[in-house]
């Protein structure tokens, strides 16, 4: 079962939510957390994974041989992306704007096109002390692209069909949040009771809309001032899953690096009977 | 006196992880600009475009919408289609199936598609066509402060990038045009395609960390983002009293960088309060620990600015 954990607003606590979901399920479940936010990746830093492998996340761009190279200028043609532009002399590729999609390659009349890997980031994984298997992918900095390095990590393991899969999504509700949402069980949305919660929740529930997958709330950091957003939530008709409360100890607990089942156990029984809920709620989706 | 600049200088606000507090940062500038800009000529720039929050806390009256045409994706013609599969051979983002209504054809996941059009160079029919998309608005609002230029990406779409470009493109003719003496751009977190958006031609920024472990790791990121793309960069701390260790530890990194702290929030729930009345926290709580904090925090950038020869704003009124 594939799970992400995702929010359209930054730092509402996605990355607490899954670790602590993934601790809380790693004696009963084979559990694989999956650290998608690759911009910012945070997941490490809580669940303290030994790293056994260390690959290049690649996508493929042209390298043009300028003996065969009649300076046609189909490859520019062809090229949505505006990677390539063409001088008097040569063909000039701009890497960073370069998707890796393969269209020049394969429409060079001279095949004069080979593709070398450019590495725009890497992906660890190993395994955490407890027993999770953890994945991250970490962005270049100043690469732009933090999509195929997601669309990589994904394929990255055969992940076997009765393991729990979490993904920690990364902020915002563009197209890097789709790609980790694509094809998940379920959504966990982590949201506050603000304005701002409230706005970027909306964002995320027309993907999910889009990606026809069923979804579920955690409102984290509530203060008594949850009305408005319990409204929301309640009028699209979606599960409010866990509330937590503000509290400064679990705050500054975070902040140290402790995960929130290490600083308040109890916690662990609660991300339980939610796993449960999420589990018997698919089961009856796929009856029905 | 005004400094006559060929471009009005920008002021980028980033922060690498999200949640830091951008946008109420962002937001107290842009109240506290209010009294030394007494012609109202500051542009604002929300570029955080997928989770765009700044509007909702400023008095802002829309003065127009405009359609973002983005990208645009591939259409199989179930006409044309004779089933090949030739498309699905090259499509790298797995975006072409079986068509679920007839089985004979393909169709493009529109989700899915990258917009590469490699299929379209391949189908032997003819029958992929390139349809561009509408992705999203754009506004433009006036308030007290001056004109801000924000925009809404619509859920799961593409060129996040794109659209801050182009919101920004917008934002510099207009200040331009009437001379506006400082642009403030309240940026997205991470530091991929928007970020790098939001700062190209950026003449400073000013992160705004948030102590803790998660906190210092992204602000080591967005602060070598800075470094590559060779922006001026000064510092702040958010919630800086929530974990002290955190904020030292942030001390500590910005010596060891040379890069200029120039300030520390305290947690303060006032920040929320005023998020909630859809206002800002200088304006509504002049006197809370935060309002104070960043009443220097404010000076002290521009300040900053000024050594860079960079702002117009008179310091003292």
Known sequence: MQIAIASGKGGTGKTTIATSLAKSLVGSHKVHYLDCDVEAPNGHLFLHPDIQ???????????????????????????????????????????????????????????????????????????????????????KISEPMPTPIIRQMRKYKSLSRDSVVILDAPPGASCSVVETLRAVDYAILVTEPS???????????????????????????????????????LEKQIPILMQIPFDKSIAAGIASGRTLVELQPEYRERFIAMFDFIESFLAVEQVC | MLITRAQT????????????????????????????????????VDADVDAANLNLILQTDSLATYEFWGSSTAEISSEKCEGCGDCVRVCRYDAIFRDPQNNTVYWVDPVACDGCAACVYTCPQNAIAMIQQLEGNWLQSKGKFGMIFHAELFPGRENSGKLVSLIKQKAQEWAQHVESPLMIIDGPPGIGCPVIAACVGADMALIVAEPGMAGLHDLKRIFATLKHFKIPTVLCINKADLYPQGSLEIQQFARQENIKLIGEIPFDPHIQSAIRLGTQVTREFPQAPASQALCKIWQATLDHMLNLGLTGLKING
């Open chain 1, 53 to 139: 492998t260390q690959k290049d996340a690649i996508i493929r761009i042209p390298q043009i041989d300028t003996n065969l190279c009649t300076l046609c200028g189909r490859c520019v043609e062809v090229c949505q992306f505006h990677a390539l532009a063409q001088t008097a002399d040569e063909i000039v590729l701009f890497p960073e704007l370069c998707h890796g999609c393969g269209s020049c390659t394969w429409n060079c009349p001279e095949d004069a096109i080979t593709e070398i890997a450019n590495p725009i980031g890497i992906i660890e994984s190993g395994i955490t002390p407890d027993g999770i298997n953890f994945c991250h992918g970490v962005l």
């Open chain 1, 195 to 233: 304005p701002f919660g409230k706005h970027d929740l909306l964002q995320i529930f027309g993907i999910l809309k889009d990606l026809k997958i069923p979804a579920g709330v955690i409102i984290n950091r509530t203060d008594g001032h949850e009305s408005d957003i319990e409204q929301l939530i």
């Open chain 2, 9 to 44: 200088p920008q002021l980028v606000i980033l922060s690498g992880k999200g949640g830091t507090g951008k946008t109420s940062i962002s937001a107290a500038f842009i109240h506290l600009s209010e009294s030394l800009n007494q012609e109202k000529r500051l542009t604002v």
